[in-house]
């Protein structure tokens, strides 16, 4: 096997990882999305565990900061339709982290009332922000890998 092709499954096999760890991550998140706009201002306790929200986001950024460290994006033609197309998945994969975190930042928040735990309240805050990051990392790694694909432009 020559290394242009090792690099091209490794590339193709760090790239599955991710997207896989970002599905469960948008998956899992749902029913959090969908508790906090049904109940705004009040502190909801989340529907499942969030293990497998963690374990998702663990995985993404190993496969993630690996693949941009050290695995240079293999691509082996280029395709102008195909380019388009991951370009808008880059985009339509962060407007799901962003639709969330503005949930949270200007309909949650604003709205919740006394008595709230606060310890709690800033872990979520923060498991929010850790998962908006997410989705921005992944939205680079489709736009990176969308100009990759892209022939050079004839204008």
Known sequence: MTAAIRKSRTYALLLAMQTLAIIVLITGALPIYLTILALPGHQVDLPQSPVMLIASILLFHC????????VPIAVRGQNLFLSHVVLFVSRLSFIFGAAFFGLIA???????????DTVKLTLRLGAAIVVL????????????LGQAIRPPSGD
């Open 133 to 144: 990051f997410s989705m921005y990392c992944y939205s680079a790694e489709l736009e990176r």
């Open 106 to 116: 200007f309909r949650h928040l604003p709205s919740l009332g006394q008595g709230i």
């Open 63 to 70: 496969a993630y900061w690996f693949r941009l460290t050290r």
